[in-house]
């Protein structure tokens, strides 16, 4: 027959009685259980102590690269706002040239929130959300590249249309080629010479001889001689179509081939060729075609 309890002998010391203690098996098999499990427990709270000091430490980590990077998302939102505002104004500018009819105003690049995770999945959460960051820095670098790449085309065709503008701005005769009394205008008149009525393609400007005659406009010389009827003559090209002709003058300043711009003096008034006293004979052709000067000439005649 198996015993039912075990005895267990403490001697304080060599002299010492010695004390029986007596446990049954099943009281046994109890203290052991309890004592297994507390070993177990004691074990698994060092690993999920040890595990979560590592949590932390990565938890850490991910913090302080998040703040690290912080200064970059907010420069490449400024960027990308700066960018947002430098394509509206180039598009009111292009309305206001003309290059475009307009239409509503151009939406900031979005810029994407963070989406945080449960307290119970921090780790993971934190995880997500740098992988967020950087993907959504790598979709508006790639967004603002793409912008940047059209606005370099856009402000490309701005800028020579507005060089074509100011070119032909530059090159319509837009004054008064000299200063005096107006004694000739443009349309048909009575010949001073014959009496018959005859067509007269320009302005007649009288004034004292060698008085200076400037430039209407930028351009370049194309004839500067003696011509038949008109004396000593200049002829400026200004380019779209673009051409002044001054003619009885007393000399010319120019040769052919010189670039002159607004203002610049090419001629003196004189009484050559054809001519009943010291005046200037002026007029404006598009095309070979002349036209009224009058309707060109934005300033008062002195």
Do not use: C
């Amino acid at each position: 027959m198996s015993k039912r309890f075990y005895t267990i002998l403490i001697l304080p010391d060599a002299t010492s009685q010695a004390h029986k203690f007596h446990i049954s098996k099943p009281v046994l098999t109890a203290i052991s259980a309890l004592v297994g499990l507390v070993l177990i427990s004691v074990l698994f709270f060092i690993f999920q102590y040890v595990s979560m000091s590592s949590n932390m430490l990565e938890l850490k980590r991910l913090r302080k690269e998040m703040a690290e990077k912080g200064p970059y998302v907010e420069k490449v939102k400024q960027l990308v706002m700066e960018l947002s505002y430098l394509k509206e104004f180039d598009r009111r500018l292009r309305v206001l040239v003309g290059l475009d009819k307009g239409g509503p105003p151009s939406q900031l690049l979005g810029m994407g929130g963070a989406e945080g995770g449960s307290s119970a999945a921090l780790r993971e959460a934190w995880k997500v959300e740098k992988e967020k960051l950087a993907e959504r820095m790598r979709l508006d670098l790639m967004e603002m590249e793409k912008e940047i790449s059209q606005q370099e085309v856009s402000f490309r065709e701005l800028r020579k249309f507005l060089e074509n503008q100011r070119s032909l701005l530059a090159s319509t005769p837009t004054i008064w080629p000299a200063k005096g009394l107006l004694t000739g205008s443009y349309g048909y008149r009575r010949s001073p010479f014959t009496g018959k009525r005859e067509m007269h393609e320009g302005l007649d400007i009288a004034t004292r001889t060698g008085a200076p005659v400037v430039a209407t406009a930028d351009g370049v010389v194309t004839f500067s001689s003696y011509l038949s009827g008109f004396g000593y003559t200049v002829v400026v090209s200004h380019g779209y179509g673009y051409s002044t002709f001054y003619g009885h003058n007393q000399a010319n300043k120019v040769r052919v081939g010189q670039r002159v711009k607004r203002g610049d003096v090419i001629a003196y008034v004189g009484n050559s060729g054809r001519s009943t006293g010291p005046h200037l004979h002026y007029e404006i052709q598009i095309n070979g075609v002349p036209l009224d000067p009058m309707k060109y000439i934005v300033e008062a005649l002195e």
